[in-house]
């Protein structure tokens, strides 16, 4: 049997149960195997404040700790300079050729997908599958789609919840609130 995994990049800036949320829905709803968490080293598209590589990394470790279905790649981040999803995919093919790949997406990226560096050879790669929200419609067509509960939270409001003092308790994995308490990180 070939084993399918989904592939759940971004900042985690920091990780948040809504990530959380989308990669449980997504292994439920696609029948994955796992789900592989990768932390970008700095996105394309962002021009937003980022806590180091590393950093992140140990955040979304502490996320999914205890979870035998989640696992969390540093790629990226080893590779430095501007992350790009082709990349990472290419790697994956590389030294996984006999797995099924399923790239979440947020409705909101793919509805810009083509703007992607390589986006026509991402399809080749894998499944791409558009993670649909309430408040982000989807536009285009010719994705995999699922559904999520829709939570709205975002690593910038979580950020600056933190920067004012606003708890953000129950919207972070306690191990990673530590984290962020103990390194006084977006204060």
């Known amino acids: 049997m070939i084993m399918r995994v989904g592939i759940l990049g971004g900042t985690f800036n920091p990780p948040h149960i809504g990530h959380l949320v989308l990669a449980e829905t997504a292994k439920e709803k696609l029948n994955l195997d796992k789900v ?26 502490l996320a999914v700790e205890g979870c035998p279905y989640f696992e969390v790649l540093d790629w990226e981040i ?23 790949f399923f790239l979440l997406i947020g409705s909101d990226l793919a509805n810009n997908f083509t703007a992607w560096r390589g986006y026509r050879e991402i399809r080749e790669l894998t ?16 994705f995999v789609t699922i559904d999520i ?14 920067k004012r003092g606003i708890s953000v308790k129950y919207l972070i994995p306690q191990k990673v609130l530590n984290y962020i308490v103990r390194h006084k990180l977006y204060l």
């Open 36 to 61: 592989i968490f990768v932390p970008t080293n700095r996105p394309p598209h962002k021009k937003t404040y980022l806590v180091e590589g590393k950093i992140r990394f140990e955040m979304v470790k």
């Open 149 to 162: 509960v829709n939570i709205e939270i975002t690593s910038s409001l979580l950020r600056d919840y933190i």
């Open 78 to 100: 080893k590779r430095g300079g501007i992350s790009y999803t082709i990349d990472t995919l290419r790697a994956l093919r590389k030294r996984y050729p006999k797995r099924d």
């Open 127 to 142: 499944t791409v599958v558009a993670v649909k929200r309430k408040n982000l419609p989807l536009r285009k067509k010719g």
